[in-house]
């Protein structure tokens, strides 16, 4: 694989998981004003994006499970690094939901 073509696949990752980072962060404030349907709907969103950027992720995973050698630049672990922490937040962003609809 050539570093053009891990720099594009980066790049998606960074694009999809920064689009569902913005929508989790939607969602809370639909949280914060009590409008749980919308917030629910925008995490489900979210995952959408985050989906494509964890297909992208699976086929570099794929390519080097393949022999394909892969050479990490500073660029794919900045796109993991968006791609783990944005998973994570939605899965808080879950948890949070389901506590505002207890609590309210």
Request: glycine share 4%; aromatic share 4%; net charge negative.
């Amino acid at each position: 694989m050539n570093t053009e073509e891990l720099q594009l696949a980066a790049f998606e990752i960074i694009l999809n998981s920064g689009n569902a980072r913005s929508i989790v962060h939607e969602a809370f404030e639909d949280m914060r004003e009590g409008n749980y349907e919308a917030a629910a709907e925008k995490l489900a969103a979210a995952n959408e994006d985050l989906l494509k950027a964890h297909q992208a992720q699976t086929h570099l995973l794929q390519e080097y499970a393949g022999g394909t050698e892969i050479k990490i630049e500073i660029i794919m672990v900045h796109a993991q690094d968006h791609l783990m922490t944005t998973m994570t937040l939605r899965e808080v962003a879950l948890e949070m939901l389901e506590l505002y609809k207890k609590v309210n």
